[in-house]
């Protein structure tokens, strides 16, 4: 270790926690961790680490691995995923050389420009979940790859808080600078308003950077084998996007168009008549007038018989409803042709899976004052669920092991998740009415009957939640995972145990999760576009399975283990509730959770925890944070090589509620009872110190006490103490 940050200076504060490893910096060359086979104890601490681990156990035990990260939002989870991915590419090689440095590095720029977006917390932030596999052959090089992709923030293409953007591709392709594209999407005259805060960078640094950034997208899809033709129906579509935003909608009386003119150019970029666009945006049925093709009429009226329940969608909300629609379309496409670019016919046994979210969402973290909005709430649901994973297998199935070995203290249990708040529904769904009762179910599931009832709004649904999980009389105080807020429809959620608390503002969150017809229009509005190039890349895709219900993407199949993958997530929206209530969005968020969940959890599991080092500040890009990373060397270098500043910019409560809310300490506590290996522990405890040298004291040899009651004075305060609950 000592040799290692001599040589590579400021990289290193990562350590082995039992089961799970934390990365604070990954950066690290791959040539230090070339062999093939070390093992894990020769290594240093290091993503490349946990590559090697999972790799090195793959082809011990042929089993398949999966290589889990957790973590805030920006504090280097997709990075780390980069590293890994292209490490192991890097030792095992590839079949016929297939997987070259350069078609990763190409993939993950596609789904930077498409997945990714600046927001308060992370200036390139990950906006859906994925699951990256590698299948192996026998001799242990990659025959195959895949990708499935979830919970794709789509919405955020029409709408978002305040100071954060739509997705990065937008700012490209509004700045490429090909006149002849130019011309053809109508972007020599860019209108003045957009509704969806669609605008072109301003400052001529920024242009000129997405102008070369669109370059280097558009050489990245080649590589990944996507077409000029192909291509082109892309830049049409998120121009037909843009036109919308220009052309907005009408605000009261009859629902349509603000400007009609950028509408006829939307209409004109996806090959159909304003007519038609019209009608699937804001009546959801065809007029006598539709000449087009039947398919599309015969749509229009399956939409038209069922209606959706509850208030009406506004003009805007089914514009917005299109464009998503339009954008989850053109991204599902975009998985499949990076899967066509992934898959081979060679036959592979194992593989290594690595699964990346978004990462814990507070805007308060990143100084903002707003509320936290439903998608942001979906992210910390993934997380907890997640977070559960790692309960389940670094506490669950050791306690049972613990059991068995006489005389051995039980290590103390974690306290309970969050997650069963979100999710929980005890009936049976089969005969669950969507009728108000007294049971105690779940935020996701009580938003959903909420939106479905007349009468039902964000009111009581906090009535409701409150009065099942909230603080109750004579009950433990500082124990309640919900609060409620003085604000009208906020309320608080104690998220990661309690150290993470997030206060969300579910203001619009009952129309957000409304069937909105105009989405799924957008599906047929491609398949039946007059341009071929469009048609022929969408024809056939509503039907087929390619898609669940518009959120999982990705499951065509390339190879043998590529096909099992893909038939153990259908079959979690197929069997039990999801095949009563697919359609429903709240459901949908928790159907595509438990896809991700099942298509790991049959694989042994490696947790990487990555901790943000310091909070991106009040709206601030965190990238250009000056200390951004917390390195070992910075903490331990010689004053020479380290800024008494650079260790200001420490967040030491924000980095120790990390630690606290990823149940290291727990976990650690577990792993020293059940596997008393001192150096690991020693190691481990050398490096934290700092964070928390007050909280620790040594009792023998190696022993750690934890002062909890000096830990939660330290921890972020409970927002009970700092907002007034009137209702409490
Ligand atoms: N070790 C590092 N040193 C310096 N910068 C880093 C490091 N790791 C990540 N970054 C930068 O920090 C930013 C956030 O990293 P990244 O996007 O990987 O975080 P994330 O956890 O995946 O965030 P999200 O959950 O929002 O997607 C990126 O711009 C990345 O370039």
Redesign the pocket.
């Known amino acids: 270790m000592h040799t290692l940050r001599q040589r590579y200076g400021s990289n290193l504060i990562h350590t082995y926690a039992g089961p799970a490893m934390v990365v604070i ?3 690290s060359s791959p040539s230090m961790y070339s062999e093939k086979g070390c093992r894990r104890e020769d290594t240093s601490p290091h993503i490349y680490a946990v590559a090697q681990a999972a790799y090195r156990s793959m082809l011990m035990g042929r089993q398949d691995q999966a290589v889990v990260l957790l ?10 995923c980069q590293h890994l991915v292209q490490y192991l590419a890097t030792i095992a090689g590839s079949t016929g050389k297939v997987f070259s440095a350069e078609k990763w590095q190409a993939l993950y720029t596609v789904l930077e420009a498409f997945g990714n977006s600046s ?1 308060s ?6 906006r859906f979940s994925q699951i990256i596999s590698l299948d192996f052959d026998q001799a242990g090089q990659v025959a195959s790859a895949s990708i499935q992709t979830l919970l794709l923030e789509k919405l955020r293409v029409a709408r978002r808080p305040a100071n954060e953007a739509t997705f990065n591709v937008f700012y490209y392709l509004l700045a490429c600078s090909d006149s002849a594209l130019r011309t053809e999407l109508h972007f020599n005259h860019l209108a003045e308003n957009n509704v969806f805060g669609i605008v072109p960078l301003a400052k001529p640094e920024e242009k000129q950077k997405a102008t070369q950034q669109f370059n280097k997208l558009q050489a990245a899809m080649k590589v990944m084998g996507i077409s000029s033709d192909e291509q082109k129906a892309f830049w049409l579509v998120l121009g037909a996007i843009y036109h919308l935003g220009a052309a907005g909608a009408t605000k009261a009386g009859r629902k349509q168009f603000a400007r009609h003119e950028w509408a006829q150019k939307a209409a004109y970029l996806l090959g159909c008549s304003l007519e038609e666009l019209s009608s699937s945006i804001f009546k959801h049925q065809p007029k006598g007038s539709l000449q087009r093709s039947t398919s599309f009429r015969q749509g229009m009226l399956r939409a038209q018989r069922s209606p959706p329940a509850g208030p009406k969608l506004t003009a805007l909300e089914c514009l917005e409803g299109m464009a998503a629609g339009l954008y989850s379309e053109l991204f599902t496409l975009l998985i499949s042709l990076l899967n066509r670019a992934l898959k081979s016919s060679q036959h592979s046994v194992c593989s290594v899976t690595v699964v ?1 979210t ?2 814990a969402q507070n805007p308060e973290v990143a100084g903002q004052s707003r509320g936290a909005t439903f998608e942001e709430l979906c992210h910390n649901y993934a997380q907890e669920r997640l977070q559960l994973l790692f309960h389940q297998r670094t506490f669950a199935q050791e306690l049972e092991r613990y059991k068995e070995v006489a005389g051995t203290p039980r290590p103390p249990e974690p306290p309970p998740l969050l997650f069963s708040l979100l999710q929980h529904c005890q009936c049976h769904p089969q005969v669950r009415s969507l009728a108000r009762t007294d049971e105690a179910r779940g935020l996701l599931w009580l938003l959903e009957e909420e939106a479905l009832q007349p009468g039902g709004s964000e009111d009581t649904l906090l009535e409701r939640l409150l009065a099942y999980y909230g603080p109750q009389e004579g009950g433990k105080k500082g124990h309640d995972p919900l609060l409620p807020s003085d604000k009208p429809r906020h309320f608080f959620l104690g998220h990661s145990s309690g150290t993470n608390w997030v206060h969300y503002d579910a203001t619009g969150w009952l129309n957000h999760v409304k069937h909105n017809p105009a989405t799924q229009n957008a599906s047929m509005l491609l398949q039946e576009s007059q341009k071929k190039i469009i048609s022929s890349l969408f024809a056939g895709r509503g039907s087929s399975a390619l898609v669940l219900s518009g959120s999982v993407a990705g499951l065509e199949g390339g190879s043998q283990l590529a096909l099992r993958r893909a038939t153990s997530m259908r079959k979690t929206f197929t069997t039990g509730v999801a095949a009563v209530k697919k359609k429903s969005l709240c459901i949908q968020v928790k159907l595509q959770v438990d896809a991700l969940i099942d298509s790991i959890k049959k694989s042994k599991l490696h947790f990487v925890h ?1 901790f943000l080092p310091k909070a991106a500040g009040s709206g601030g890009d ?2 250009g944070l000056p200390c ?2 917390v390195s070992g060397s910075e903490l331990e270098l010689p004053a020479e090589h380290c800024e008494p500043a650079g260790l200001m910019q420490l967040d030491v409560p924000l980095l120790r509620a990390q630690l606290r809310g990823s149940r290291l300490l727990d976990a650690l506590r577990m792993y020293r009872q059940g596997y008393p290996d001192h150096m690991v522990f020693a190691e481990f405890r050398r490096r934290f110190d700092v964070l928390a040298p007050h909280l620790t004291k040594k009792h023998g040899r190696n022993y750690i006490v934890v002062d909890e009651k000096r830990v939660r004075s330290l921890a972020p305060p409970h927002p009970a103490s700092r907002t007034p609950c009137p209702t409490r």
């Open positions: 910096n990954p950066l973590g805030a939002s920006g504090s280097g989870k997709t990075t780390n927001t917390m992370n200036g390139n932030a990950t990346d978004p990462g990555c965190p990238r951004r990373r």
